[in-house]
Structures are given as C-alpha cells and as structure tokens.
C-alpha cells in the first residue's frame, strides 16, 4: 500500500522560501513509470499541478510557476522535496504530494492514483 505524507513548516513570511517534504512509503520514488507530484489548493479555489519529479529524476514544472518552483528528491530516504521562493501571501493553500503514473516519457497530468493528506502553508507576516 503506497502511503505519502507531506511535512514542513505550516507558516512561511512572504518573501521567504516555502520548504516541503513528501515520505513515501510502500512504494519505491524510483520505481518505473511513477511521477512524484506537487499538487496546491488555495482556499476556494481548484487543484493546481505545480510539478513533479520522475522515477528517472527528471523534473517538470508547471509554466506558471516554474521560475521559482524546485523539486528535488533523496531516494535513500523515498522522499522529495518541494521548493517554492520568494512566496506572497497568494501562496496560501493546502499542499500535496501524490503519485502520478505516467509513460517512460510523460505523467498523465491530474492522474493522481495516490495522494497525500495535504498540509496547510499559510504565508503571512
């Protein structure tokens, strides 16, 4: 059973680096042909892919948030890593990691088969 649990830090000041971790349990992050996700919603508001790190270690990036947006992983640990800098308070929303499965090449983008609880950022001052 492929468990995902998202962790850091529930306040971050605008400005400031947004850090969260995804321990994945159940499931190798290298395993073939999985995609490891960031997925945000801010309150009222839809889903929004934010990007995903694959089996291989590539990494992709929504357009809209790429130029701030980093993802990383350690696969001694099966986890990964969400970087978001220089945050504003549109920031705000629940954060998820999930599974994605995809091709050798690509995710199925909103294909999520597994998903974490989510965790509440709140970027404020």
């Known amino acids: 059973q492929v468990q995902l649990q998202e962790s850091g830090p529930g306040l971050v000041k605008p400005s400031q680096t947004l850090s969260l971790t995804c321990t994945v349990s159940?499931?190798?992050?290298?395993?073939?042909?999985?995609?490891w996700s960031w997925i945000r919603q801010p309150p009222g508001k839809g889903l929004e892919w934010m990007g995903a790190?694959?089996?291989?270690?590539?990494?992709y990036y929504s357009p809209s948030l790429k130029s701030r947006t980093s993802i990383s992983r350690d696969t001694s640990k099966n986890q990964f890593t969400l970087q978001l800098s220089s945050v504003t308070p549109e920031d705000t929303a629940v954060y998820y990691c999930?599974?994605?499965?995809?091709?050798?090449?690509?995710?199925?983008?909103?294909?999520?088969?597994?998903w974490g609880q989510g965790t509440q950022v709140t970027v404020s001052s």
């Open positions: 999930a599974r994605v499965p995809g091709t050798p090449i690509l995710p199925y983008y909103y294909g999520m088969d597994y």
């Open positions: 159940g499931g190798s992050i290298t395993a073939n042909y999985y995609y």
């Open positions: 790190i694959a089996y291989s270690g590539s990494t």
